[in-house]
């Protein structure tokens, strides 16, 4: 059974910093395309950023502020957030995927969710 559980979210100020983590099990870590979505309040998923293999993939929202690793053998991923804005402020999913596309920012084409995790960034 796949599971992907988030932690690190929180209330930060505006030009803070925030890490999170997706605690991966199930699946074959190393090899599965993984990333992070997110959905603000009152609005739609929208892809944050994903990894696979060694290429990195980031929204323009987010290219410059967020990082996106993976310990592979620890089994986790991580989005490392800087400079963070009012903006930022959503429910953040992990997500992983069986199959890779072009359409790398797809929710739909993703298989597993995690329960997500709250950031809020006041300003």
């Known amino acids: 059974q796949v599971q992907l559980v988030e932690s690190g979210g929180g209330l930060v100020q505006a030009g803070g910093s925030l890490r999170l983590s997706c605690a991966a099990s199930?699946?074959?870590?190393?090899?599965?395309?993984i990333g992070w979505f997110r959905q603000p309040p009152g609005k739609e998923r929208e892809f944050v950023s994903a990894v696979r293999g060694g290429r990195t993939y980031y929204a323009d929202s987010v290219k410059g502020r967020f990082t996106i690793s993976r310990d592979n053998a620890k089994s986790t991923l991580y989005l490392q957030m800087t400079n963070l804005k009012p903006e930022d402020t959503a429910v953040y999913y992990c997500?992983?995927?069986?199959?890779?596309?072009?359409?790398?920012?797809?929710?739909?084409?993703?298989?597993?969710w995690g329960q997500g995790t709250q950031v809020t960034v006041s300003s």
């Open positions: 997500a992983a995927r069986l199959r890779w596309g072009a359409d790398y920012y797809e929710r739909n084409e993703y298989d597993y």
């Open positions: 199930g699946l074959p870590f190393a090899m599965t395309p």
